[in-house]
């Protein structure tokens, strides 16, 4: 098999775990993978809807993917995910204000925290960081708000 695709990876480690490669999960793992920022099941039984997928089946297959290292969970309140199958490794930026998810990647912080994890002879799995704030254009609508309220 030359570069095969997220269906046919998952598709091998179903089978190697005993388990079927079903139409939902087929269409789970097409919607997942189509997705640019994180998600959450929620978001993906909503864009399945009109085909019937079940949000447990969505759960299941979520940790499914997960297993099979096709996305990584990320921590918070609302368990998110992230696809990661044939994308760059990078963190984010969280908006409190609008709820934007903006990419970022940075070799020093990439190196520190590898080194943090050798010193401490750590093993690290998998890994998800998060800066939550408020972003530029936020601030600035809040200011321009804040302006325009008169103050009597």
Known sequence: MQNPDALQLFELFLRRKGLYNTVSRQQITTAVCAQS????????WVLLGTRQVGLS???RT????DEAGLIRR??????RYECVF???WHEYLRCDACGKWIP???EAVDAQLT???QQLGFSVRARSLVLQGICRECKLKSAAQAAATPTW
């Open 104 to 106: 970022f990647s940075s």
């Open 57 to 59: 089946t969505i759960y």
């Open 74 to 79: 990320m921590a918070g309140e609302v368990t």
């Open 62 to 65: 979520l940790e499914l993917l």
């Open 86 to 88: 044939q994308r760059q």
């Open 37 to 44: 920022e994180p998600f959450d099941a929620a978001q993906i």
């Open 115 to 117: 080194e943090i994890a």
